[in-house]
């Protein structure tokens, strides 16, 4: 699972980027507020699998 780390994604509004893994949590930050957000994993990953969170990439961020 640490191949999260780094990745950014766009979900519920928010563009954030996986910053560390915290146990059952992924440590994320806001990339417009760089407020730190903790997702449970296996809600971040079951949105990922239903298309309600995507990967962004660096372009899509400018």
């Known amino acids: 699972?640490?191949?999260?780390?780094g990745k950014k994604l766009m979900i519920s509004g928010m563009a954030i980027e996986v910053?560390?893994?915290?146990?059952d949590l992924w440590e994320t930050?806001?990339?417009?507020?760089?407020?730190?957000?903790?997702?449970?994993?296996?809600?971040?990953?079951?949105?990922?699998?239903l298309g309600k969170a995507e990967e962004i990439s660096e372009s899509d961020n400018n």
Do not use: P, Y
């Not at 699972?1 to 780390?5: C, H, R, S």
């Not at 417009?32 to 449970?40: A, G, H, L, R």
């Open 1 to 5: 699972m640490d191949e999260m780390i």
């Open 19 to 23: 910053i560390s893994d915290a146990g």
């Open 29 to 49: 930050r806001n990339i417009t507020t760089s407020e730190t957000v903790f997702f449970n994993k296996s809600v971040l990953q079951n949105a990922i699998k």
